[in-house]
């Protein structure tokens, strides 16, 4: 079960959407975090076992995350589990529902770090949780903007 929910209404098709979202090397466009995305190893797009590193900053602080795409269905879901080394540290997932507007986006995030590394880290840099759900409200409506910007009329 995700830790944390946020949902955009959307006024574009879902399959547009969708190939917004899974062109993973963009997300710096939206988030207020991710930089960027890098991907590793043969597989360059989408796809489930696709890999990736991941660029973030915040403030002066830059890290480094990798990442490996767990579901890809086209017009509906993106997720991706996020490790730093061998840990897990969180599963990013984009449901995409179509509705009377266009469709419904709901990001979910689900914090995998274990509770020694979330104390730690949350003491030093601030709640992991309060940033992303300010994060994921800012990257749902710059998706939302640059989609309904790029829509066909529905």
């Known amino acids: 079960m995700s830790d944390l929910t946020d949902s955009v209404e959307i006024a574009a098709e879902p399959a547009a959407v969708y190939a917004l979202i899974s062109d993973l090397p963009r997300m710096g466009s939206w988030s207020p975090e991710c930089t960027g995305i890098t991907w ?57 529902d179509a509705s009377d507007r266009g469709c419904t986006v709901t990001e979910r995030w689900t914090d995998r770090r274990p509770r020694v590394a979330r104390r730690v880290l949350d003491a030093a840099m601030g709640s992991r949780e309060q940033t992303n759900i300010r994060g994921m409200r800012a990257t749902l409506e710059a998706l939302r903007d640059e989609a309904e910007l790029v829509a066909d009329p529905i």
């Open 40 to 96: 590793r190893g043969p597989v360059r797009s989408p796809e489930t076992g696709a890999r990736f590193i991941g660029h973030n900053r915040r403030g002066r602080v830059c890290w480094s995350t990798f990442g490996e795409v767990v579901t890809a269905d086209p017009g509906r879901a993106l997720a991706f589990e996020i490790t730093v080394g061998p840990v897990k540290v969180a599963r990013w997932e984009y449901a995409i």
